[in-house]
């Protein structure tokens, strides 16, 4: 039957291939072959099925004696992590760059105990949603037709650890490190993007970037458009002076708003309400103010919009329901590639976990878009999902006790009943006033 024939399409040894031609394209960033491998063998315990991913889980699970090989590839042996960085975003530009795509900017925090790991301190973070001890960084998306995969990150330095020299030295901080903001970050990655040639158009951010002026200012001047979410409190120039977002949209007709669909979710169409203003300017470029309203709890949001060029409301909202692709990615490399479980409390050591996290999930990203493609999923079963192509790479690729077809049955199964829920979610949307 079709879900069989689905099977045969499934071709672990390219998968292998495509494996080591990822590995030989960060292979000139290292200056000795056992580092470079050693760096292979710990992606591939990240893309493993370890329900914890460590320097000594990964060593266990790979027949080493101890993790001290693993731990020093990512304390003392000689690599650049901002070189494999570059080859990480040639690597996902190469295979998603697209005039459609976009950048989406984000931070996320890993909870910690203690003082002494690098930039952690008691801040907010969204992973806990209240202020807790934590270490917060800002990354960078990029999202496209064909897919999307974390570019770059930043690690978010307080100030009072510019200030304090001492704790600095401990760490590892480059001493020519100075104090930024998360959208000043933010606007580095961006800028680094783009001068390495990503396609991108638009740039999306929640409110931490919108709000701050000096980041549009900039996407202004590089002429690159954006959809920033931005506070209920934002002043929109109006003919009668500057107006809260909020009470504008207060005073809006039923008839301003459309309904439209912010992207397909895992349950169907992600339906909102929208609304927007143009805002006059005597600058170059087309402004715009976007309203979006849940209209099942009146939950609301608020953009600021630029383009250098007109484009239709559908394209403003295109972007902004594009924004959720940082908050996959988020879930995806942390529940899949150990992006929050490093252990390490060192700046390099930082940067090159989280490196190759990011490694690990470009290729998840890319390989499981390319098998989409080669190999659609027939009826019956949903595309193959990110995660699932994890599983089955450690399953066939990495070695596992059961055989190809328990396997393959095993991921039609659980495909089938997604599939089942997935249609039960559309006809229940489609039923509803």
Not at 251 to 276: C, D, I, M, N, T
Not at 334 to 356: I, P
Request: net charge neutral; hydrophobic share 40%.
């Amino acid at each position: 039957n079709s879900a069989l024939a689905a099977e045969h399409s499934i071709e672990p040894d390219r998968w292998w291939d495509e494996y080591g031609a990822l590995i030989d394209r960060i292979a000139p960033r290292f200056r000795r072959y056992e580092p470079l491998r050693h760096a292979s063998t710990f992606v591939l315990g990240l893309l493993s099925g370890l329900d914890r991913k460590n320097c000594w889980t990964i060593a266990e699970q790979q027949g080493q004696e101890n993790p001290n090989k693993l731990q020093h590839l990512l304390s003392r042996a000689v690599w650049d992590a901002d070189e494999v960085r570059d080859d990480l975003r040639s690597y996902v530009k190469d295979s998603f760059d697209d005039p459609q795509g976009i950048l989406v900017v984000d931070e996320t925090g890993d909870l910690k105990k203690g003082t002494q790991t690098v930039a952690v301190q008691r801040q907010y973070t969204g992973t806990a949603g209240r202020i807790e001890n934590a270490q917060v960084a800002v990354y960078l998306t990029y999202a496209a037709p064909r897919g999307h995969a974390l570019i770059d990150r930043a690690l978010y330095v307080p100030k009072v650890w510019i200030d304090d020299q001492t704790r600095r030295e401990r760490a590892g901080v480059p001493a020519e490190t100075t104090f930024a903001t998360k959208p000043a970050l933010a606007l580095q990655m961006i800028t680094s993007a783009l001068d390495a040639g990503v396609s991108a158009s638009f740039v999306a951010g929640d409110e931490v970037y919108g709000n701050d002026p000096k980041l549009a200012a900039a996407l202004e001047e590089r002429r690159v458009g954006y959809v920033l979410a931005v506070s209920r409190d934002h002043r929109v120039p109006t003919a009668l002076g500057p107006v809260r977002a909020d009470s504008l949209a207060g005073g809006f007709p039923e008839q301003s708003w459309q309904v439209h669909s912010a992207g397909v979710g895992s349950k169907g169409p992600r339906l909102y309400s929208w609304a927007w203003l143009p805002i006059p300017s005597d600058q170059p470029g087309h402004r715009w103010m976007l309203w979006r309203r849940n209209d099942s709890t009146g939950e609301m949001a608020y953009y600021r919009c630029y383009s250098p060029t007109p484009v239709t409301l559908a394209e403003l909202i295109r972007v902004a329901g594009l924004r959720w692709t940082v908050e996959e990615s988020f879930q995806c490399a942390k529940g899949q590639a150990g992006l929050d479980e490093h252990q390490v409390r060192r700046w390099n050591s930082w940067h090159r976990w989280v490196t190759l996290s990011m490694l690990a999930m470009a290729f998840l990203a890319v390989t499981t878009a390319a098998q989409n493609e080669q190999a659609p999923a027939p009826p019956g079963l949903i595309p193959l999902t990110l995660n699932e192509f994890r599983r089955l790479f450690d399953a066939l690729v990495l070695g596992a006790t059961a055989t190809n077809e328990s396997i393959l049955k095993w991921s039609n199964w659980r495909r089938k009943h997604q599939f089942v829920a997935r249609q039960s979610h559309y006809r229940r949307r489609s039923e509803a006033p």
